[in-house]
Every structure is written in C-alpha cells, then in structure tokens.
C-alpha cells in the first residue's frame, strides 16, 4: 500500500539519533498532548529491556526508543494496557513497525483499544536475537549501535526475519513516524500518518513542509531490496517445510513448551486448546492409538499444535520473530510461520496490520474468494478419477 | 541386600532387552521411555507397544526433553501396567503430582535409575551429544560429575531413585558390561523372574555413590552461594528484570499442574483506570505488570514441592537461572515443614495439613 504523504517536518539531531527522539517525547508530555508514553527502557541489571508506561518525564530520560532486542512485541504491553477498555487517558506507543501491525491485529480481535492510543513507529533497523544480546549485552548494544549508524539495516547480526523484513518503515495503520533514512546524519523526519498525528504537529507549532521525496526513495529502494531477500529466503524454507515430512522435519525437536504461542502477540487465548484438560487422555485411548502405529511420541500432538497455531493466527502474522526468540531448542519457527502467513495472507489479499479499516479474512464472508483452491480441488479430483 | 537381576550385557542393552521381554511376554501393555525420534539427532518419550519400534529406544540416554511426570499424569484410566523408564527427578515429581490427585503410582510399573544428570539443551543440538556419550558414561561409572550436564543436575543430592520398583544401578558400575536391576517391590520380581535369569541378591555400589553425593552438596553449596548475594525485593529485579513474561519456566514445570494459571487469568487483567490511576500516583510504571510478583507466586505455590529437574532454566528465553533460585528457595521452604518432595506418597504436602505447632521461628 502507498502512503500520499509528500511532506514532513525536519528536526536536527543533537547527541544521537534517540536522545532527539526522547526530548521531542519529553516535550510532548510536558505540553500535556499525552499523560504516559509506552516505550522500553533497560532493566536495572542492564541485561534486557521492558516496556514502561512513563508519565514523569525525568523517568523518560532513561527509556530507549530505539532498543537493541524485542524481548515482549510491543502489542502485548499495549493489551496489558487497554485490553479491557479504552480508559480515559491519552498515550503514545513508541514501537517497530511489525509492533504497530500487531498492535492493530489485536485492535481487530478486541483485545486492545487503540481509541486514545497514538501509535508512533521509527524506521527499524532490525532488533537482534535475544539469546544473543543476553549472553553479552555490552557487546549487544554496541553491534546495535554500528547497525543503527551504518547502511546494512537488518544485517546478519540481526534476527532473521529482520534480515528480509519488508515492513521496516512508515505503516499506513501509524499515527506518527519517525523517519530515520534521511541519508544524513543531522536531521530526522517527523511524518503525520492520520489526524492524531497532525495534531502533534500543529500543536508543537512544527510545519510540514519538508519534502519526503528522497526519504522515500530510500525506504522504497530498500523495500524492493528486502522483498527479494524475503522470496529468496522463503524459497529455501519452502524447500525445507513442504509437505508432510518437511513439516514433522522441521519440528523434531519440538519439546511442546508452547513459548512460541505465550510470547506471540496474535495468541491472545488465555488458554490455548491445547494446554486444556482435552489434553487429558484416557490411558485405554492412548494405548490403542499407540498399538495402531506401534509407539506413540509425548508430548501428544506436539506437531499438531503448530499447524494449530498457524491455522489460527497466520492471517494475522507480522514476522516480529518472536516465537524464535522465546524457543529453547533453536526451531527457526519465525521463518516457517513468516513464510506460511505471507502465502495465507496473499490468498486472502489481506496484509496484517496495515489497514485499520481493513476486515480479518476470518471476520467476513465474501461470496468470491480462495479461488485456487477450486484448482486445487480439481486437480485433486483428477488424480483421484 | 536387595533381590537383583543381573543381565550379561552394557546397562542399556540390558535394560532394552528386559524391557523388550516384558512386552513379549505380555507383563506390560506398552513401555514409556526415551528414544530416538526423526531424522536430526532428536530424541523424544514415546509409548511402544510394539517390540519392533524398540530399536529406537535409548531408556538410559542423558537428555530430558520434558520432565515426564508431567506426561504420566496424562494417563488416567488403567488397564495393564505400563512399565515406564524415568529419572529420579522424574520419579520425585510424579510422587508429588500423585500427592495433588494428577496421577496414578499403580498404573505403572517403575523403572528408574542412579542418575548422572542431563545433558542441557544447547549440548545436545546438531547431534552433539552423540561426542559427548563416552566422556558422560566414563563419569557415570567412576562417580564423577560431568561437564555440560544441568546445573542443577550437577547439585543434585537425590540421584537415587526414592520408589521405583526397579533401579538400574549406573553410579560406580561397569556399566559397558552389566546391567545391574534393583527389585524392590513384589511386583518388579514377578516381572524379573518372568525374563527367565536367577536372580540373585546384591548391594549398589555405595561408596562411589556417597563420594558422588559430596561433590553434589559442594557443587549446591557453591551455586546457592552465587544467588546468595540476590536475596531480598532487590535482588528479584537484578535476577527477573529481564523476565518476557512468557511462563515457559511455568509451563515446563512438572509440579504446576494447573490447567489455567491465575497469572494467565483474567484475575490479572486490570482495568484500564485502574493501571491510570497507578500511573498517576508512581509516574512509571512497567508493562505487562506482575513481572516479580508471578515469580512469588509460583514459588509460594510449589517451592517446596520443586524436585530441581532444572526444566524452567532450559526453556527460559531470557537466560534466567530460574532452577538454581527455585531450588535454593524450595530447599529452605521444604525444610521448615521437615519435608522432602517424592520422598514419600503418604507424606502430605506442607499447604494440605494443618499443624498447630509449625512455623514458630516466624513468630521470633
């Protein structure tokens, strides 16, 4: 989806890219336009990052818009929030793209009210994989800070769908956006996505009138880039995933701790069915269903459960790479389920997170849609016949 | 002196082959125990009814992809027995499920073993620990503590099986020769003297394994030691800060059976005013909240029931040595109601009972 945004205001950078952003936020809390900014901040230890409602600013001195990992998608802070209503206060959401994408998922399937919510993005560089940055986050926050300043946005170092992220910027679901491929290193961009948005301007006295022409051209150039990383990229996880055995392939190793679903943003079920008593088999059950095929693998339906997963949540994936982050035995679940979603969301003409105005595939009922399926079923019938 | 079976063969050969003889002859309706699954050097439990499927089973392999007494608490219903080959800690934590009325001792026939620890998760990626096998078994045999194995494996004081019906002796055995079984139930003999070998009566190697319990109690004290200096509220934000909130440590966990966590309910849901009015009166505040206090919360709920399977270190995306504090924790808890998890299935859990007289050092 193209954005008809042509114009920006321009704000020079005094001491690094996010101290600028957070004296801008320091001065939209002090002029009263939000009562509390959602942005991570490091933890005590200084060995990861949390989300943290701010409504003194002298706190927000030591929050980081721009932190190096993702340890909780933004969404899911943002649920803890609002989730059971919109309240009565205004806040910002200073989050990655694929955070606002999730974030308006969650708006679509009730769980998070986004009414008095201005959500705020920034070109993202890519966040890197937790395990790494926790070994040695010294090390983290530099090689994030060589990525940030440097040309090779979601380089190696990065999460791997990072790597072939083709969402990294401006989101048409956004209120406001931080624009940091501006080719120089002196000024930032600040974009209006939506009226909330110009609010924030006009109320700050800040014109748009610098052209985004060039800014754009860079995001589009680097858009083009990464899709065909991501095709790329895919087409080897096709060759690994397809089929039956790829799948059982794929997920050998899988000890059934269901992290990947705790730290989706998509999973909102307080209970996932398969952690329900269902799972409870008569003993007589198992046993012929093991007799049937001679042995039976515990955890049950440790296999079933990501294609559960996947049926229930592909429409709604936004590649964040959570669910590789959060799994103890290495899975690369983020690229199978990345690939998966983009082929769901495709038959749907759906692109999660996007468009607010736009319905779940799920939601609706239209009369002409899945038409390849009617090929497949042909095709089916063929071989059958 | 206990009655043994004794098998001319290495400890897993020996135990496969009696295991294999069990499901032949019917003593068994199926066999749970570790084995090879797929293709990329993965291991998983599995339920075989069929003695051809036990050319995968590896019953002795250091690896614990879940702690299965969770799995056996599954199993509801009884036909024949099922004989089930588990670990100590295993075993403890089935005795503890049992205890809360979320499993059956009957149903199986138990088979355990002097344990060597677990190899942890990131050892045993891309087949490694395949390399690793013949310096863990050398250990094993000579009583020693091996690299690479958990943490909490390494502190483990509890290494021999507290109820099994069968232990297969490895600590200080040759175990590339013989397969040493403990009967100790009628119900293991009879299925013993259906394998068609006399038994005989003999003793565990002892020695070796008190000298390996000393070094355990100094590998525990050592590693309780570092935690020490993280006591108090401070300490639980040095130590959680980096918590996601993702309660894998929770789910992994054998002794937290409940269906739904009240930390995962809407119980914890706050209103949106009320996180508000937090807000106004702390001026920050940390989303999603209860980061420590879920942390309290399954510690009070099941530390003294905690065996140090060590799973909820090996799940945790963040790094957290979540076993060494709940063990630490859940060994003092324990101690100040006289009480050790599996020990024993009459033993009531602390919370369950009501004792006039306890707890009077709280009163100092």
């Known amino acids: 989806m193209t954005i008809n945004i042509s114009k920006g205001a321009s704000l020079p950078i005094k001491e690094g890219i996010e101290k600028t952003i957070l004296v801008f936020l320091k001065s939209l809390l002090e002029d009263k336009i939000f009562d509390g900014i959602l942005i991570p901040m490091r933890v005590p ?21 721009l932190a190096p990992v993702m340890p909780v998608q933004g969404a899911k802070a943002l649920k803890s929030l609002t989730r059971k209503g919109k309240g009565n206060l205004k806040f910002a959401a200073v989050m990655r793209p694929c955070e606002i994408r999730a974030s308006v998922e969650l708006a679509k399937l009730n769980q998070v009210h986004l009414e008095n919510i201005t959500l705020m993005s920034v070109d993202c560089p890519g966040a890197l994989p937790l395990s790494d940055y926790t070994q040695n986050p010294q090390k983290g926050e530099e090689r994030f800070k060589t990525l940030l300043s440097g040309e090779n946005w979601g380089d190696d170092s990065t999460k791997p769908v990072c790597q072939v992220c083709d969402h990294f910027s401006l989101l048409p679901s956004a209120d406001f956006h931080f624009g940091l491929l501006t080719g120089q290193a002196k ?77 989706c943003p998509i999973c909102y079920c307080r209970q ?93 009922y239209r009369l002409d849609e ?15 016949s | 002196m206990d009655s043994c079976l004794k098998i001319k063969k290495s400890a897993e050969q020996g135990l496969s082959d009696f295991l294999k003889s069990l499901l032949e002859k019917n003593e068994v309706s199926g066999l749970f125990t570790l084995r090879k699954s797929g293709v990329n050097h993965d291991f998983d439990y599995g339920l075989i009814t069929d003695t051809q499927m036990m050319k995968d089973a590896i019953p002795l392999h250091p690896f614990m992809p879940v702690n299965a007494a969770q799995e056996l608490s599954r199993f ?59 310096a863990y078994w050398k250990a094993v045999s000579s009583g020693k503590n091996s690299d690479d194995i958990r943490l909490t494996c390494r502190a483990c004081e509890h290494f021999v099986p507290m109820h099994a019906d069968i232990t297969v002796s490895l600590i200080g055995e040759k175990i590339d020769q013989e397969c ?119 510690l009070s709920h099941m530390s003294f029931s905690c065996v140090g399977c060590g799973m909820c270190t090996e799940v945790c995306p963040a790094a957290i040595p979540v076993a060494s504090i709940f063990m630490r924790t859940g060994e003092e808890t324990a ?10 299935v009459e033993e009531a859990v602390p919370i369950t009972v009501y004792k006039e007289k306890e707890l009077s050092t709280l009163g100092e």
């Open chain 2, 335 to 344: 101690q100040l109601f006289d009480y050790l998890p599996g020990r024993d």
């Open chain 1, 370 to 384: 899945i038409k390849g399926i009617e090929k497949w079923v042909r095709k089916a019938e063929e071989v059958e």
């Open chain 1, 187 to 263: 000024t930032l961009l600040l974009i209006a996505g939506s009226q909330k948005g110009e609010q924030i301007l006009s109320t700050h006295k800040l014109s748009a009138s610098v052209s985004l022409a060039d800014w754009k051209k860079r995001v589009d150039e680097r858009t083009k880039n990464k899709k065909k990383q991501r095709a790329d990229r895919f087409r080897e996880v096709q060759k690994q995933v397809e089929g039956f055995d790829g799948l059982l392939q794929v997920f050998s190793s899988c000890i059934g701790c269901h992290n990947c679903q705790s730290a």
């Open chain 2, 180 to 298: 040493s079984l403990f009967l100790h139930t009628e119900k293991a003999v009879k299925m013993a003297e259906s394998f068609g070998e006399p038994l005989s009566e003999c003793e565990m190697a002892s020695k070796t394994i008190d000298e390996l319990r000393v070094q355990r109690q100094a590998e525990k004290h050592h590693i309780f030691e570092k935690i020490e200096s993280q006591k108090g509220l401070d300490g639980m934000i040095q130590l959680f800060g980096k918590c996601i909130g993702c309660h894998g440590c929770r789910h992994v966990c054998p002794i937290c059976h409940c269906v739904l966590c009240d930390f995962e309910s809407h119980l914890f849901d706050s209103e949106t005013e009320i996180i508000e009015s937090e807000l106004n009166s702390k001026g920050a505040l940390r989303l999603p909240p209860d980061t420590i206090l879920f942390q309290l919360g399954r």
């Open chain 1, 45 to 65: 230890a200084g060995d990861s990052y949390a989300w943290i409602l701010v409504k003194d600013s002298l706190i927000l001195d030591k929050a980081n818009p």
């Open chain 2, 76 to 134: 509801t219903g009884m036909r024949k027995p099922i004989a089930v080959v588990i670990k100590p800690c295993e075993l403890r934590a089935f005795v503890e499920l049992v205890k809360r009325s979320q499993g059956n001792l009957e149903q199986f026939l138990i088979i355990s073993y002097t344990c060597g620890g677990v190899f942890r998760f990131e050892a045993t990626t891309a087949g490694k620990a395949e390399k690793q096998l013949p």
């Open chain 1, 272 to 364: 996932c069915y398969f952690d329900s008593e269902v799972s409870k088999l008569d003993l007589d059950f198992i046993l012929q269903k093991a007799e049937r095929r001679g042995s039976l693998s515990f955890p049950l339906d440790k296999r079933m459960f990501h294609v559960g997963r996947m049926s229930h949540m592909s429409l709604s994936c936004v590649s964040c790479g959570l669910c590789s982050d959060a799994c103890p035995v290495s899975i690369p679940v983020a690229e199978v389920f990345s690939y998966v979603a983009d082929q769901t969301q495709h038959t749907f003409e759906y692109k999660a997170g996007e468009d607010r105005d736009a319905d779940l595939p799920i939601q609706q």
